[in-house]
């Protein structure tokens, strides 16, 4: 593992120059500058960055302005992931063949995606990227819906959310498919590191993004990042969201190493029960209807479930 | 190239963030940085406003929480000290007042027209009712 910035706690932390600019065009309260702030602020070597097709991209390069203080290309919403591993090939070949201008600088290539362009429609390209082994870090902005296009269902999309394309109804309680367990797809391809991040767990957050930098090889980074426009809550509470999806376990933090060696890095103190979480946000509303109410059971019980198998892996290693 | 119409915009032209060489713009604070015309922070998104938020620094404990949870890089922090708000960028989400952990709160939301001075002058007094709950720990 090569030298990390040394980030001991936040008043040092605060001392990071924002690599990130104000006046995107984020909605306020919007979770992914906070992610993507962190991500830049872990490490001070130079960016080579990409962002897929979302939220992101087109509200960080609204013409003619760039909201980036690093290299940045978008290019589709499929390959901002393939876009960076061509780089980090290209900056190998130089490398070796001796013609970089500043060969003491080691740049970290970092590419950004929403859930859409990593669950559903990049989802082969960032494959090809971890199984061909190049050194990069890719980060899922993980949002649970296509919020750019107006809040299609994704596959990260929960069961019971209601999303433009699965509408919660007179005869529909909305999305009937669970989300996908993308961090274990990833991990299987036997990448050094996978892990999932919450922006609110900052230090936990810091710590992942700089083991996966300094690993040589992919690393795959999956953030939730709260939506308040797809999720129905008021922009002053997404830190307070994201906070009870992490302390209901909807969305336990852990990591994976080489494929198998499972940690959990955050054990909450006090388990929120998930119809705290549920109850929130305006998109699991009708669950608390009478007749949808068992759901929110289910619900409980998948959370638990999941909590149960990551604690017995973490024991078992494999 | 800011001033450039957009049918007069090369393909595959690059949106420069920076006037001249930047040496390591990872430790240049943004004071010290020649930023060019293309880059968002010498646009303003102060209309988007609704509520502004108002820093009393009397409360402040610069526990910089304000600074890691604000999403549009607002909070100006310079050797671990918080100095006051970016009012060109901020949204007026109201992120940096729910995880200010004092009580009082030193930051509070204002109504835009608000002014800062009677603000500060009217700042509410410690919440004792709820002393042992929250933001003791």
Redesign the interface.
């Known amino acids: 593992m090569s030298e990390m910035k040394k980030i001991k706690n936040l008043k040092e932390f605060s001392t990071s120059a924002d690599r990130f600019e104000g006046a995107n065009l984020l909605c306020p309260g919007c979770a992914h500058s906070i992610i993507v702030r962190e991500v830049l602020n872990a490490t001070n070597d130079d960016l080579i960055l990409s962002a897929s097709t979302g939220c992101l991209e087109v509200c960080t390069a609204v013409y003619p302005y760039t909201s980036w203080d690093a290299s940045w290309i978008h290019i589709g919403f499929e390959n901002g992931s393939t876009a960076v591993a061509g780089a980090e090939s290209m900056y190998k070949a130089l490398k070796t063949k001796g013609r970089l201008k500043q060969p003491d600088r080691k740049p970290k290539f970092v590419s950004f995606a929403g859930d859409g362009a990593s669950y559903d429609i990049g989802f082969q390209w960032i494959s090809g990227c971890m199984e061909r082994g190049h050194t990069m870090m890719h980060v899922v902005l993980d949002n649970e819906v296509y919020a750019n296009t107006g809040g299609q269902r994704s596959s990260s999309t929960p069961i019971g959310s209601s999303a433009t394309t699965s509408p919660a109804g007179r005869k529909s309680y909305g999305e009937k498919k669970n989300k996908k367990d993308m961090v274990s797809i990833m991990a299987s391809h036997g990448i050094p590191y996978a892990a999932q991040v919450s922006p609110n767990k900052w230090k936990d957050m810091v710590k992942k993004i700089q083991h996966g930098l300094s690993v040589e090889g992919p690393s795959f980074i999956n953030a939730i990042s709260a939506c308040t426009t797809e999720w129905k809550f008021d922009p002053k509470d997404t830190m307070a969201i994201t906070d009870l999806a992490t302390d209901s376990l909807v969305f336990p933090l852990y990591e994976i190493i080489d494929g198998h060696e499972l940690n959990i890095t955050y054990r909450p103190k006090n388990i929120v029960p998930v119809e705290e979480y549920l109850a929130a946000q305006g998109r699991f509303k009708h669950l608390f209807k009478d007749e949808y109410k068992y759901l929110i059971k289910e619900w409980q019980e998948r959370v638990d479930a999941k909590w149960a198998q990551l604690q017995r892996r973490e024991e078992a290693r494999v | 190239?800011?001033n450039?119409g957009?049918d007069e915009?090369e393909i595959g032209a690059m949106?420069r963030?920076?006037e001249g060489p930047i040496k390591?713009?990872?430790?240049?604070?943004?004071e010290d940085?020649a930023y060019s015309?293309?880059?968002?922070?010498?646009?303003?998104?102060a209309d988007?406003r609704i509520e502004k938020p108002v820093f009393n620094k009397d409360y402040c404990i610069?526990?910089?929480?304000c600074?890691?949870?604000?999403?549009?890089?607002?909070i100006i922090?310079?050797?671990?000290k918080m100095i006051g708000v970016?009012m060109?960028?901020?949204?007026?989400?109201?992120?940096c007042?729910?995880?200010c952990p004092t009580n009082p709160k030193s930051l509070l939301?204002y109504s835009e027209q608000t002014d800062e001075e009677q603000a500060l002058a009217a700042w509410p007094a410690k919440d004792t009712s709820k002393a042992d709950s929250k933001g003791e720990e």
């Not at chain 2, 600074?67 to 607002?74: G, L, Q, R």
Request: glycine letters at 6%; aromatic letters at 14%; a negative charge.
């Open positions: 190239m800011a450039k957009w915009f949106l963030s920076f390591d713009i990872a430790t240049t604070h943004q940085r015309g293309n880059n968002s922070f010498t646009a303003s998104v988007w610069d526990c910089q929480f600074w890691i949870y604000c999403p549009d890089i607002s922090s310079r050797d671990k970016d060109d960028h901020c949204k007026g989400c109201g992120i007042v729910e995880v939301m």
